[in-house]
């Protein structure tokens, strides 16, 4: 995401199924020895990543909602996910 | 058209990386360009000097060798992928202080810059093994 912003694209970034876990807040992975990657977010801010969403259904299913995430995001449904993919010129997954 | 692939799978852990140099060999056979191949996560094992696979069986990173030699083709193996996983150049060996190094010579490190670049100047960007 960095890289591609640095190299200055309009980027939108999704954040869906076991992705979501990724934006919750307080997280504290030091007891199984992970990097905690969570301190990273607010640099997409810096580097002008402001188009961020995460897919509503993969939240729902994991019992989780927007109040569990580390920042405010704006939630979209798969046909949202479809409509965005669609109108991208590039998708990358990771 | 010109074309970009990705690598992201290891060989034989998956079709992902055979697949992948069919579909780079098929590109070249119908005329078309390949730009860049990038190996990234687990594909940087595509680039080991190391594989010792059955005789009678497909020698993928050997058959990587010859594809990129023959066609003078940009391939690139991620740096952060290289290091973690132990596919080193010189460089990379000396600056780790590791005991060997294993990156075949018709590859080049680079970093995620080479991926981008690769989207943004070719007319398709294939990924193999996300």
């Known amino acids: 995401m960095l890289t591609t912003a640095a190299f200055e694209q309009d ?17 504290n992975s030091e007891e199984i020895g ?7 977010f607010p640099a997409l ?3 002008d990543i402001k188009k961020i969403m995460i897919e509503q ?29 669609e109108d991208a010129d590039q998708v990358f997954n990771f | 058209m010109k074309f970009s692939i990705v690598v992201y799978g290891a060989p034989y852990s ?4 055979s697949t992948a140099l069919n579909f780079a060999k098929a590109v070249l056979a119908n005329g078309h360009t ?8 687990d594909g940087v094992h595509n680039a080991t000097t190391l594989s ?22 940009d391939a690139v193996i991620c740096v952060a992928s290289g290091l973690k996983r132990g596919i080193l150049d010189q460089g990379e060996s000396r600056r780790y202080n590791r005991q060997a190094v294993n990156l075949s010579s018709e590859f080049s490190i680079s970093g995620l810059g080479q991926l981008v670049d690769a989207s943004l100047k070719s007319d398709r960007l294939i990924n193999f093994g996300v």
């Open chain 2, 14 to 17: 998956s079709e992902a990386a």
């Open chain 1, 34 to 40: 992970l990097k905690n990657i969570s301190p990273a």
């Open chain 1, 57 to 85: 259904s993969s939240l729902t299913i994991r019992g989780l909602s927007l109040d569990d995430l580390l920042f405010s995001v704006e939630a979209v449904d798969a046909v949202k996910v479809a409509q965005l993919m």
């Open chain 2, 34 to 41: 390949l730009y860049r191949i990038f190996f990234f996560q």
């Open chain 2, 52 to 73: 010792v696979p059955p005789q009678d069986e497909q020698h993928i990173p050997e058959d990587w060798k010859m594809l990129i030699a023959k066609h003078g083709i």
């Open chain 1, 11 to 27: 980027i939108s970034v999704i954040f869906m199924e076991d992705g979501v876990y990724q934006l919750l807040k307080n997280q």
């Open chain 1, 45 to 47: 801010d810096i580097y």
